[in-house]
């Protein structure tokens, strides 16, 4: 699998249904895609927030991608994430726990930084446990702060899941 910036949802339930799913640090960067970028529902609708890296080509194995610090783009997808979740159901249970990796520098190289909250939001989301099939809400629309404003949005980043359906997000995988 590639790595990815707090993945849409369709990225975790591929990871949940393949037990022995391997971020590939092999592969090359490829600009523009999840690798660097999630989409999360903002109140006048999807809102991408783009992880700026240093001068990469279509060439660089991911695994040598390093983070720019330039932009401030920590306080800004944190005030983004605060501006689109904050009044969601479980926002502050689980805002904690996301806002270190906001907070700081916690690493340098684009891959332990999504390796390193994919654990996270792995470890909310509870992914060792084992839903039956019957019991799985695949696909189903679920609670979305701005759906009556703007409809469902299906398959934004993994934490709209988590930030407003908590521990049943796990259902939905």
Same mark, same amino acid.
């Given at each position: 699998?590639?790595?990815?910036?707090? #993945?849409?949802?369709?990225?975790?339930?591929?990871?949940?249904?393949?037990?022995?799913?391997?971020?590939?640090?092999?592969?090359?960067?490829?600009?523009?895609?999840?690798?660097?970028?999630?989409?999360?529902?903002?109140?006048?609708?999807?809102?991408?927030?783009?992880?700026?890296?240093? #001068?990469?080509?279509?060439?660089?194995?991911?695994?040598?991608?390093?983070?720019?610090?330039?932009?401030?783009?920590?306080?800004?997808?944190?005030? #983004?994430?605060?501006?689109?979740?904050?009044?969601? &159901?479980?926002?502050?249970?689980?805002?904690?726990?996301?806002?270190?990796?906001?907070?700081?520098?916690?690493?340098?190289?684009?891959?332990?930084?999504? #390796?390193?909250?994919?654990?996270?939001?792995?470890?909310?989301?509870?992914?060792?446990?084992?839903?039956?099939?019957?019991?799985?809400?695949?696909?189903?629309?679920?609670?979305?702060?701005?759906?009556?404003?703007?409809?469902?949005?299906?398959?934004?980043?993994?934490?709209?899941?988590?930030?407003?359906?908590? &521990?049943?997000?796990?259902?939905?995988?």
């Amino acid at each position: 699998m590639t790595t990815a910036y707090l #993945a849409p949802i369709s990225w975790y339930r591929t990871f949940r249904a393949t037990p022995d799913a391997v971020i590939d640090a092999d592969e090359h960067y490829v600009k523009q895609t999840m690798r660097n970028r999630c989409t999360i529902a903002m109140p006048d609708g999807p809102q991408h927030l783009v992880i700026p890296v240093v #001068a990469a080509s279509s060439h660089v194995p991911v695994r040598d991608i390093r983070i720019s610090e330039h932009g401030n783009w920590r306080h800004h997808h944190w005030n #983004a994430l605060r501006t689109a979740y904050g009044k969601s &159901p479980f926002f502050e249970y689980y805002a904690d726990e996301m806002a270190v990796f906001y907070q700081s520098r916690t690493h340098d190289f684009l891959i332990d930084f999504n #390796a390193a909250l994919h654990e996270v939001v792995c470890g909310l989301l509870d992914v060792q446990q084992q839903v039956p099939a019957e019991q799985r809400r695949t696909g189903e629309p679920y609670y979305q702060v701005f759906a009556q404003r703007l409809g469902f949005l299906p398959d934004l980043s993994i934490v709209d899941l988590l930030f407003n359906m908590g &521990p049943e997000s796990i259902f939905y995988l």
